[in-house]
């Protein structure tokens, strides 16, 4: 008869040790591989966004409440544009020109200009810097869906427990092209909601300059 191996306390512990540590590694190996896939979207949705920044394009957006907005972008020089209600933001290599009403002040240039708007309108580059904010949180829990706005193929990321952002929530969306076609969060205790409407591949040359009416204060 063929002879059993019999298993003492201390062998049972070694074994239970054994499986005990392989079970935590497929844990952290499974974990891990979470993080990277949290990570991977979050960082695919920023770089997708920050190719934007090489077009030539008008887009229009519908605002919370009713209101619309218009970013215009601009190469050779890079410059941008962006009209919401009640202001103006104009950048450009010479000048940064921040409008409020029909009252424009004119300061040195800030490229980092656009990152600041996170009110009615939030802009692509306030967008790109929240995600990059949430790839730094492992707390942040996302998911990622496709969808069609005004015509255009977008991929969508919605963002939640983010730290060190004006909207521990939020979600948006971005164009094939690398346009933000959509921004949604609380910001502040409002509702922001920005949706594009049109984008078109033309720019006006009267985008990047103050309104004949406006008084051009400078700051230099």
Same mark, same amino acid.
């Given at each position: 008869?063929?002879?059993?191996?019999?298993?003492?306390?201390?062998?049972?512990?070694?074994?239970?040790?054994?499986?005990?540590?392989?079970?935590?590694?497929?844990?952290?190996?499974?974990?891990?591989?979470?993080?990277?896939?949290?990570? *991977?979207? +979050?960082?695919?949705?920023?770089? $997708?966004?920050?190719?934007?920044?090489?077009?030539?394009?008008?887009?229009?957006?519908? /605002?919370?409440?009713? *209101?619309?907005? @218009? +970013?215009? $972008?601009?190469?050779?020089?890079?410059?941008?544009?962006? !009209?919401? &209600?009640?202001?103006?933001? +104009?950048?450009?290599?010479?000048?940064? +020109?921040?409008?409020? #009403?029909?009252?424009?002040?004119?300061?040195?240039?800030? &490229?980092?200009?656009?990152?600041? /708007?996170?009110?009615? /309108? !939030?802009? &692509?580059?306030?967008? $790109?810097?929240?995600?990059?904010?949430?790839? /730094?949180?492992?707390?942040?829990?996302?998911?990622?869906?496709? @969808?069609?706005?005004?015509?255009?193929?977008?991929?969508?990321?919605?963002?939640?427990?983010?730290? #060190?952002?004006?909207?521990?929530? =939020? *979600?948006?969306?971005?164009?094939?092209?690398?346009?933000?076609?959509? =921004?949604?969060?609380?910001?502040?205790?409002?509702?922001?909601? !920005?949706?594009?409407?049109?984008?078109?591949?033309? @720019?006006?040359?009267?985008?990047?300059? !103050? &309104?004949?009416?406006?008084?051009?204060?400078? $700051?230099?």
């Amino acid at each position: 008869m063929p002879r059993v191996p019999r298993l003492t306390p201390l062998g049972l512990l070694a074994a239970g040790a054994l499986l005990l540590g392989t079970t935590a590694c497929t844990g952290l190996d499974e974990a891990s591989a979470a993080s990277l896939t949290r990570d *991977d979207l +979050i960082s695919e949705t920023a770089a $997708q966004l920050a190719a934007g920044d090489a077009l030539t394009y008008t887009a229009t957006y519908h /605002l919370a409440g009713g *209101d619309t907005a @218009t +970013i215009t $972008q601009a190469q050779k020089p890079a410059r941008s544009a962006y !009209v919401y &209600p009640g202001g103006r933001l +104009i950048v450009t290599p010479s000048a940064t +020109i921040r409008c409020k #009403g029909s009252s424009c002040t004119e300061s040195a240039p800030d &490229p980092a200009a656009p990152a600041t /708007l996170t009110g009615a /309108l !939030v802009t &692509p580059e306030a967008a $790109q810097a929240m995600l990059a904010t949430a790839a /730094l949180d492992p707390e942040v829990v996302s998911e990622q869906r496709d @969808t069609t706005i005004a015509g255009r193929h977008a991929t969508c990321l919605s963002l939640d427990g983010v730290t #060190g952002t004006p909207a521990s929530a =939020f *979600d948006l969306c971005v164009t094939n092209e690398g346009a933000l076609a959509s =921004f949604t969060a609380t910001i502040a205790g409002k509702q922001t909601d !920005v949706t594009l409407t049109a984008l078109t591949d033309d @720019t006006s040359a009267d985008a990047f300059t !103050v &309104p004949a009416k406006a008084k051009l204060t400078s $700051q230099r």
